[in-house]
C-alpha cells in the first residue's frame, strides 16, 4: 500500500503535469491568442452540448446558411461549457467586433454550465433603408431578439432545445423584417394615404378661404371708396356742381359744329 503522503505528493504532481494540457484546452479567446476565425458553418459547438445525434447542430447551420443566402445577413452561435475571466455578453461583443465589424450581423453566446446569453450587435450602426442591401436598424433588432427569448422557452429546463429553437426564432425575425421591407405597402395602407393627403388639401384650402373672409370682414378692409372734391360751382344742367366748358357736338350730314356753352 502506498503511503499517504507519498499519494499526496504523487496527485499534486499529476496535478501540474495537467495544467499545460488544460491551458491548451482553454478556448483562444480566453487563453491569451486573440478572437479566432468565426465557424465555417456558423455554429462553434467543440463541447457537443446539442448532442451528436439529435441533428441540431446541423439544423441550426442550415437555417442560418439560409438566412446570408437570401438576405446577406451572417448570425453565428457559439456554446461554452464555461467562461473563465468574461462573460457571455462581454465575449459575444468582442467576437462581434472581431468577426462583424460592419454590423452585418449578429453572436449570440450560450455558457452552458449557467445558462448565460449573450448576444452581440452593433448598436452604433446606422441603417440607410434605401439601400436594399442595408442591415437591419437597432430597434428592429431588439424587437426581434426580445420575441425570441419569450417564445423559447425555459433556459434551465432544456436548454439545448432552448438553444436552437432561440437561434431559429432570431433568424425567423430577421427574415420576415428584410421580406417586409421588400414587400410594397398594402393597398389599404396606400388608400389611406391618399385620402390622408387629400384631406390634408382640402382642410388648408378651407383654412386659406376663411382666413380670406375674416380679413374682408375686418374693419378697414373693405373695398376703396373714392369721393370727388367739395366744389364751390352752382348746379347747372340738373347736375350738382355741374360747372366748367360743356361742348356738344352733331355729326349729322351738312351740320355745322354747335358752338361750345361755357
Sequence with gaps: MIPRAIACWLGLWLGLLALPASAQELPEWQSGAGVPPPPEFSVRDDTDFLGKESGAKRRIADRLHQLEADHGYRLYLVIEPVLIG?????????????WLPKGDGMVVVFEANTSALGIGQDLALGIDLDDPDAGIPNHEASAVISRAIRASGDPRAAPA?????????????????????SEPPPA???????????????????????????????????????????SSRPERLGAPSGGGNVASRSFAPGSEPDAGVS
Design 161 to 181: 432545445v432552448f438553444i436552437e429553437t432561440l437561434v431559429t426564432n432570431i433568424a425567423d425575425g430577421i427574415g420576415d423584417y428584410f421580406k417586409r421591407r
Design 188 to 230: 389599404e395602407r396606400s388608400l389611406r394615404m391618399n385620402l390622408l393627403v387629400i384631406g390634408s388639401v382640402a382642410l388648408l384650402t378651407l383654412g386659406a378661404l376663411l382666413a380670406m373672409y375674416f380679413h374682408r370682414r375686418a374693419p378697414g378692409a373693405g373695398a376703396a371708396v373714392f369721393r370727388f372734391p367739395e
Design 86 to 98: 468574461t462573460t457571455a455578453p462581454e465575449l459575444a461583443e468582442e467576437l462581434r467586433a472581431g
